[in-house]
């Protein structure tokens, strides 16, 4: 991104109870609030009760940033036992803000002091007692440090009192003043401290009054779906996507959409088939493992041309696997499934904004095509905040329908071959066109047989071709340097923020390079992979998973070389890997011998 | 597997940064914790009054990069307040409710600023210069071209008010009976040094005492000083120089003997086996005086924590004064003291 | 067996058949069942059934799993989603919160209910939901030629059980019962008069109703479930059976070696549209404040 103007990353770290991901919601929307650019991410421990760790990072810009940093500015520990292993991400001269005091005897090496780099400056106050002091209670911790952070670093207080006001709005004006004097307390502290730090607060960037909205990706994906009208949703709690189901249980019924909750994964992807059949917008969400279950009835409704939208959040695995770690091992199920030649859509965002777009288009994409459409994201774009932009007019509402017209006489096909290979569908409650659907293999009039087995396989890939060039949504698009470049790096899906940042560093130091995102994965838009292949001398494909499965994707369908990056490390991939990688690339691509590409797994 | 030998230092001023890269050099397996109460890593105080001059920025202050402390394995614990030592048991609590074991302890906690007794009500008002933070907030404090009333005028404060005069401030100083301190002078010694201070534009007023600080909200100056006689010095910023008080209230429990230091034999070893102490803190017996005294200076005091730091590990060197403190009046007129750092 | 036997009602009754005006239901593909099949007599029943109801065939969806009963909707002139072994039930759930005007009706075999799709039945059945699930119990995998299913009695010899089938057949009445449908019937494929009745009956049920059809397979059930054996099992529902009493329903259910026929059970409760309404009718009231 570009350097100048603010750019700090916080990150607050504590165990589950600390209110740790809550004052980290209030500085992301303090920020948010005086017009910066967020990015952020927060990590829960898989156990809902206990003292799990949780962190909330969130980088606060003037200029949009595309992940988050590697190293934090400044650093909050509400519980050292949590914050220790990671007080090593903060800068050299950024700041770590911590209790100076602890309420029981600590054996050597337990406070958080042991652990500070020198290089890292270090800001002790008693937050325990001064929240004690401003509330009676131990309970506001977590909003004194904030008022601490917001004092020492200069911070305007007004948006921050004013979200506290907002956080607790539902709860007894007793319960916001008493936080409100946390706060105060806190900002007293903060601003009695002499800084040593050298984090640049800069000034905050003037939008011109747009608005922007703070927003998870699963909390997009809601507002693509509320504003394209979803009608129904069934859904089966799973993490990373269980946000979206119960966003949806409070949002759908207010604008007269059902919502339920059904038995398994199973079910839900076959109401949602039912209710596509039926004529509604219908959706599901889900992770890996419910995937699975799902790809048997995904194939019906490639077969049965019926319409249906799937939000897969990958988390780790196989198996049950790292349920709260994010990773993009799911390609391969979401691309290929299922049994048979089961060609569906897949488009996977790359940022919040990008979930909200996907979201609000899907149910038109899956009616367009009469198939479902998978939402492709993981954990890391389910739960990370970012601000973005919504669209002032709502260009994801359903337009009217067109019901086949028949000639006298004529028998209604609902699989009739078409030059477009779409056929137009009725829906149940046309008259004159009762007509049955069938996984069996069928003939345009659907009825079971054989016979045009080959046709209608022809029939359901090639109508998908026409998607890659669907009006307004972006497929695949190129960044950086145009023409020819020596390092091309292609990404996708949540990696691809930290792909941009490594390739502007990589520009940065003078490396001709240029990124692509490729955002439908089904099907491929090859005519944009194969210009951006060549143009690049090498191709590097960063994923967050073991197998390469996009680069095997895509070098498949090319018949192009590509060298991999692969990791499974259960957070996102860090931006030095890609950086060191491009830089090793293109040291190579200087030198008079073109390197060889790195084939099977790793790099 | 045998636990290496942990050496704690308490202090990360000149003696205590000196002991730890004494012991690494010596021994590369020990284990070596420093702990200090100062937010950033070993800087020499001596050049605080160089912030007056634009250095502002600590780092160009450290005495070595931070990453020597990694590089030679040295656990920096700053932001941490040593409440008490358990010498029988070999234990240090920290302020936090933290306890660390020790095998063998140095104390350099140096001192801190003396007040006047008839003044501590008035700290609130007073400047300090005892750390990086303190006197960067001075520097903040004072307006350009503003007026530092100073009281005493301990070697420190002196070189301060030479560096303020250098760069357009003005000084008025209240001398007593720790002005040049830690040189030790009769009136005849003192009168000549105070001229000098005067020629270079100090208004010395002598034969007072301050007692009252005042502070003027709003006003310009921000401050007032009464003086025994009643008359009013007027100032931006009040600080006080009237040498150090050893940092020692820690050690009551330490089963070590106390007087204003900690009393250390020529070996810089206390009266308990597996305490040593170094710098402003300590008192060493002189034999031939047969008394126990400071020594301060930048350079005793780097030599008394080598010095000490190899004690710990087994030699049994004795303390020799390197620098015997003086203080004169230079061929360029100028004042010239052993204590100061400049010239060396 | 290859000598093709046809089905006599229709050649006698054809007049009254056409007059009856039901055959507009029944779909031009031929069912694809052996002669005999109890389900012939299953699809005449909902052909007449949808007929007595008066309902317009564009807005009535058959729907089906996989099994010789599942290839029903092809048979019939509605709407139809032939979908997945045992997935039945969510896709008819789909359909009718999908749009709540169509009549849904979900059919399939014992296989196909009560083992691959055995999860679904109890949660269809607990939301209420405004169909009808019409089970064709035989016993017996008749698609797969053979094999046992969770309702073959036990010592039945099939493909898949040689040494004689060992596992307790499940109880779908009083499964169905405990699991809160609110309608809970019984017929026989033997007796086709009844079994058209039942089933205008659990159509015209507001709610989940659940029919069971017992019947024969004629071509790999030459022992248990014979029409013989089965015609002498059913009895009618004893005299003053009372419909509304759960214990009454429970203990006729208990008696599965000699089958009642008729409606074993049915209450009036919310079905999930009129939930889901009350959430809305909430959701909106809230949000209005």
Not at chain 1, 442 to 455: I, V
Not at chain 3, 71 to 83: E, K, L, Q
Not at chain 3, 155 to 184: C, H, I, Q, R
């Amino acid at each position: 991104m570009n350097k100048s103007g603010t750019d700090i990353q916080f990150a607050i770290c504590g165990s589950a109870g600390d209110g740790t991901i809550a004052s980290g919601d209030i500085v992301k929307r303090a920020a948010a609030a005086v017009g910066f650019h967020v990015i952020a991410f927060d990590v829960y421990p898989p156990e809902i009760r206990g003292f799990g760790k949780c962190i909330s990072r969130i980088r606060v810009s003037a200029e949009q940033a595309y992940s988050l940093k590697e190293k934090t500015d400044v650093f909050i520990s509400l519980n050292d036992s949590h914050a220790i292993p990671h007080v090593g991400e903060v800068r050299d001269f950024g700041a770590v803000i911590y209790d100076d005091r602890s309420i029981a005897p600590i054996r050597e090496g337990a406070h958080i002091t042991a652990h500070i780099r020198p290089a890292q400056i270090p800001y002790g106050l008693p937050i325990r007692q001064i929240s004690e002091q401003a509330t009676n209670a131990a309970r506001s911790r977590n909003i004194v440090v904030l008022g601490y952070m917001a004092g020492l670093l200069k911070l305007p207080s007004r948006p921050f009192r004013e979200v506290i006001a907002a956080k607790f709005a539902t709860k007894p004006q007793a319960v916001i003043d008493a936080n409100i004097r946390a706060f105060d307390a806190g900002l007293e502290a903060g601003r009695k401290v002499f800084r040593l730090d050298d984090v640049d607060v800069g000034t905050v960037p003037d939008h011109g009054g747009s608005e922007a909205v703070m927003m998870t990706g699963n909390g997009a994906i809601v507002r693509g779906f509320l504003e394209a009208g979803i009608q129904s949703y069934f859904g089966y709690p799973i993490t990373p996507a269980t946000s979206i189901m119960e966003r949806l249980a409070v949002e759908m019924p207010k604008q007269g959409g059902k919502f339920l909750q059904t038995e398994d994964e199973i079910s839900a992807i076959a109401a949602t088939i039912g209710a596509g059949f039926a004529g509604s917008r219908a959706a599901t969400a889900t992770s890996g493992p419910g995937l699975a279950l799902m790809t048997e009835m995904l194939g019906l409704g490639v077969m049965a041309e019926v319409p249906s939208v799937v939000v897969v959040s990958q988390r780790g695995g196989p198996s049950t696997g790292l349920p709260t770690k994010t990773e993009q091992s799911d390609l391969n199920l979401a691309v290929f499934g299922g049994s048979g030649d089961a060609q569906r859509i897949v488009i996977a965002p790359t940022n919040v904004e990008g979930c909200y777009r996907c979201a609000g288009m899907a149910f038109e994409i899956a009616e367009t095509y009469q198939t479902p459409v998978i939402v492709l994201i993981d954990l890391y774009l389910s739960n990370r905040y970012e601000t973005v932009f919504p669209s002032h007019e709502n260009t994801f509402a359903p337009k009217p329908r067109k019901v086949p017209e028949l000639a006298e006489g004529e028998p209604y096909k609902r699989f009739a071959f078409t030059e477009s290979h779409i056929s137009p569908r009725a829906l149940p409650g046309d008259a004159g066109m009762v007509h049955t659907v069938t996984g069996l293999e069928h003939n345009e009039l659907g009825r079971p047989g054989d016979g045009d087995h080959m046709r209608m396989n022809a029939k359901r890939h090639e109508k998908l071709i026409s998607a890659t060039r669907y009006p307004g949504l972006t497929v695949a698009k190129r960044f950086g340097d145009a023409g020819k470049v020596d390092v091309g790096i292609l990404g996708w899906g949540s990696t691809f923020g930290e792909i941009l940042e490594a390739m502007f560093e990589a520009q940065d130091a003078g490396i001709s390079c240029s990124a692509m995102k490729a955002v439908m994965l089904s099907p491929l838009p090859v005519d944009e992979l194969r210009a951006f292949f060549d143009d690049c001398r090498t191709v590097l494909v960063p994923e967050l998973n073991y197998e390469g499965q996009f680069a095997n994707l895509v070098s498949g369908a090319l018949g192009r070389p590509v060298v991999r990056l692969n990791r499974t490390v259960a957070t996102p991939m860090p931006v030095a890997d890609i950086l060191a990688e491009v830089k090793r690339l293109a040291a190579e691509a200087d030198s008079p011998e073109r390197i060889p590409a790195t084939a099977g797994v790793g790099s | 597997m045998t636990e290496p030998v942990h050496h704690v230092i308490i202090g990360s001023g000149s003696a205590g940064f000196g002991a730890a890269r004494t012991l690494r050099e010596n021994d590369a397996d020990c284990r070596i914790t420093m702990f200090t109460m100062d937010a950033i890593p070993f800087y020499q105080r001596y050049e605080l009054p160089q912030i007056f001059r634009g250095r502002s920025d600590w780092r160009d202050l450290l005495a070595v990069p931070p990453s020597f402390y990694e590089d030679h394995r040295i656990d920096l614990r700053r932001r941490c307040r040593v409440a008490d030592v358990d010498g029988a048991n070999r234990k240090i609590s920290l302020s936090h409710q933290e306890t660390v074991a020790y095998d063998r302890l140095l104390v350099c906690a140096g001192g801190r600023g003396y007040l006047p007794e008839n003044l501590t009500g008035y700290g609130e008002l007073i400047h300090g210069f005892g750390s990086f933070e303190a006197a960067m907030q001075t520097y903040r404090d004072l307006p350009e071209g503003g007026r530092v009333v100073m009281i005493g005028g301990d070697m420190v404060g002196i070189d301060l008010a030479l560096t303020l005069l250098d760069t357009g401030y003005g000084v008025t100083l209240i001398t007593n009976s720790q002005t040049f301190w830690p040189h030790e002078l009769g009136a005849e010694e003192r009168a000549p040094l105070l001229d000098v201070l005067r020629a270079r534009g100090v208004t010395v007023l002598e034969d007072a005492r301050a007692v009252r600080v005042e502070a003027r909200n709003g006003g310009a100056p921000a401050r007032c000083v009464t003086l025994d006689d009643g008359a009013q010095v007027q100032g931006d910023v009040v600080m006080a120089f009237c040498g150090l008080a050893s940092s020692v209230e820690f050690m009551l429990r330490a089963a070590v003997d106390i007087e204003r230091g900690l009393l250390v034999n020529p070996q810089l070893r206390t009266t308990n086996e597996t305490i040593w102490a170094a710098g402003d803190v300590c008192q060493i017996w002189h034999d031939s005086e047969k008394a126990y005294k400071f020594y301060h200076g930048w350079k005793n005091v780097r030599v008394m924590g080598e010095l000490a730091a190899r004690n710990m590990q087994g030699a049994n060197e004795v303390f020799d004064v390197d620098v015997e403190e003086s203080i004169g009046i230079g061929e360029d007129g100028e004042i010239v003291s052993t204590f100061w750092t400049r010239g060396n | 067996m290859n000598k093709r036997v046809e089905p006599v009602y229709l050649e006698d009754k054809l007049q009254e058949i056409r007059a009856d005006g039901h055959l507009k239901y029944r779909s031009k593909s031929l069912p694809t069942w052996c002669p005999g099949c109890g389900y012939f007599s299953m699809a005449d029943g909902l052909t007449v059934a949808l007929n007595r109801l008066g309902l317009d065939n564009r807005n009535v969806v058959t729907v089906s799993g996989i099994g010789c009963a599942s290839r029903f909707p092809f048979f019939v002139n509605t709407y139809g989603f032939h979908t997945l072994h045992g997935r039945v039930l969510p896709v008819a759930t789909g359909i009718k919160i999908g749009n709540d005007a169509l009549t849904v009706i979900a059919v399939g075999g014992d296989g196909d209910a009560f083992a691959i799709g055995g999860g679904h039945i109890p949660h269809a059945a607990r939301r209420n939901v405004d169909m009808t699930y019409l089970v064709f119990d035989n016993g017996i995998y008749g698609l797969t030629k053979g094999q046992t299913s969770p309702t073959s009695a036990l010592g039945f010899k099939t493909s898949s059980t040689p040494y004689e089938n060992g596992d307790a057949p499940l109880n779908p009445m009083m499964m169905l019962l405990s699991y809160g449908a609110s309608w809970v019937g019984q017929a026989y494929a033997g007796k086709p008069h009844h079994l058209t009745d039942m089933i205008t009956a659990a159509i015209a049920h507001k709610g989940f109703s659940f029919l069971r059809i017992l019947s024969p397979c004629v071509t790999f059930d030459k022992t248990d479930n014979t029409y013989k054996n089965l015609s002498m099992m059913v009895r009618d529902l004893p005299d003053g059976h009372d419909g509304t009493d759960m214990m009454a329903a429970m203990a006729l259910a208990m008696q599965d070696g000699h089958p009642a026929l008729g409606v074993f059970f049915q209450a009036e409760r919310p079905t999930l549209a009129e939930v889901m309404q009350t959430s809305i009718d909430r959701a909106q009231q809230a949000s209005a404040t």
